[in-house]
T-cell receptor, first 113, second 115 residues
């Protein structure tokens, strides 16, 4: 799986939107972009994933650059519960892959009331 | 619905003892993964089961670590002759398949402390 680069930390104010960036300049054409988050003392939680098109779900939106070399996770209204470490992970194509996730250090998001 | 369940949530044991950690995946999920997270470190892959195929053990750090998955459901991770460096949170995840567009669902882990 290709490598991703994320800022170590970000701060946000409660009820404001948050844009978490991720660079993945070596992404291959079949790599999916996954985002997970880990709240304190909990296991990682799946947030969203996409391949080429932007994606929306109840938790967040994922904006993928046209060249796919970067993406942005968007939390539309941050709450205190969104304070977590956010991981951007690329997953390679099916067949021959272990399927395991390769976690980097992620971005630690702090939310101020 | 029920998520991934791990037990015990906490385990304290003496150096040299054997420990068993249990994972109950989401019903129907064919893929099961074990990871560990040491204090202040990222998540490290340990072992992976997919259906009836032989497990991928490439992430196990030593031969003191082993895992099995009975009946394609519950999995047990066993650490023999525990050492202090084995202290970590052990996380289990399951997925409906190994395809790269299928998310993994994690339990809250077992916090293992070796005295």
């Amino acid at each position: 799986d290709a490598k991703t680069t994320q800022p170590n930390s970000m701060e946000s104010n409660e009820e404001e939107p948050v844009h978490l960036p991720c660079n993945h300049s070596t992404i291959s054409g079949t790599d999916y972009i996954h985002w997970y988050r880990q709240l304190p003392s909990q296991g990682p939680e799946y947030v969203i994933h996409g391949l080429t098109s932007n994606v929306n779900n109840r938790m967040a939106s994922l904006a993928i650059a046209e060249d796919r070399k970067s993406s942005t996770l968007i939390l539309h209204r941050a709450t205190l519960r969104d304070a977590a470490v956010y991981y951007c992970i690329l997953r390679g194509s099916y067949g021959g892959s272990q399927g395991n996730l390769i976690f980097g250090k992620g971005t630690k998001l702090s939310v101020k009331p | 619905g029920a998520g991934v369940s791990q037990s015990p949530s906490n385990k304290v044991t003496e150096k040299g003892k054997d420990v068993e950690l249990r994972c109950d995946p989401i019903s129907g999920h064919t893929a099961l993964y074990w990871y560990r997270q040491s204090l202040g470190q990222g998540l490290e892959f340990l072992i992976y089961f997919q259906g009836n195929s032989a497990p991928d053990k490439s992430g196990l750090p030593s031969d003191r670590f082993s895992a099995e998955r009975t009946g394609g459901s519950v999995s047990t991770l066993t650490i023999q002759r525990t050492q202090q460096e084995d202290s970590a949170v052990y996380l289990c995840a399951s997925s409906s398949g190994q395809h790269s567009n299928q998310p993994q669902h994690f339990g809250d882990g077992t916090r293992l402390s070796i005295l």
